[in-house]
Antibody, heavy 116, light 110 residues
């Protein structure tokens, strides 16, 4: 069955970077895209961007351009999302999801806490 | 890209039907059939319940249905059950090759 397994939660200081991983299994990794969505505490879902695993093309939400990078490693069926120059309002649960082009399978989420 | 507009909350009694609207523009909801809906229970990952405006993934109850008219999509839940109490989010593909979510609607089953 399709599964997306994300890395564990982490605490970062303001100005640092975080890299969250998302390991896929149960399907052909290069046949679908991966998107990243975040959810601040008590808030709604916010789309961050996506990557076409087949050709590496990315498209980011304007809000995150210049600060986010999404990559994949087909040899391990793993997608990565790196967010730089973290601020306190980046504290959120970060989800990866398979793009089909709907978001049909989701990871369990990774809590990133930004605190001095 | 502005978020799609959803009501903050809706409520209904068990057995009743409710409808959640999702208002967008001619650059997103109105332009594409890639409109989807997600159900999220507290502290859980979102779950796809409607894709391509009106299709249900395998395993999703037929009490959930979707539709679209112009720039507005709708999710209807019939025969409300206690387990339907959750947050619901709409989502649409856009003309800039991005996606956008609605602000979310909290459904309370009275």
């Amino acid at each position: 069955q399709v599964q997306l397994l994300q890395s564990g939660g982490t605490v970062k200081k303001p100005g640092a970077s975080v890299k969250v991983s998302c390991q896929a299994s149960g399907y052909s990794f290069i046949s679908f895209g991966i998107t990243w969505v975040r959810q601040a505490p008590g808030q709604g879902l916010e789309w961050m961007g996506w990557i076409s695993v087949n050709n590496g093309i990315t498209n980011y939400a304007q809000k995150f351009q210049g600060r986010v990078a999404m990559t994949t490693d087909a040899s391990t069926s793993t997608a990565y999302m790196e967010l730089r120059n973290l601020k306190s309002d980046d504290t959120a649960v970060y989800y990866c999801a398979r793009v089909s082009p709907n978001f049909d399978f989701w990871g369990q989420g990774t809590l990133v806490t930004v605190s001095s | 890209q502005s978020a799609l507009t959803q009501p903050a909350s809706v409520s209904g009694s068990p057995g009743q039907s409710i409808t959640i609207s999702c208002s967008g523009t001619s650059s997103d909801v109105g332009a594409f059939t890639y409109v989807s809906w997600y159900q999220q229970h507290p502290d859980k990952a979102p779950r796809l319940i409607i894709f391509d405006v009106s299709n249900r993934p395998s395993g999703v109850s037929n009490r959930f249905s979707g539709s679209k008219s112009g720039n507005t999509a709708s999710l209807t839940i019939s025969g409300l059950q206690a387990e339907d109490e959750a947050n619901y989010y709409c989502n649409s593909y856009t003309s800039t090759n991005t996606w956008v979510f609605g602000g979310g609607t909290k459904l309370t089953v009275l």
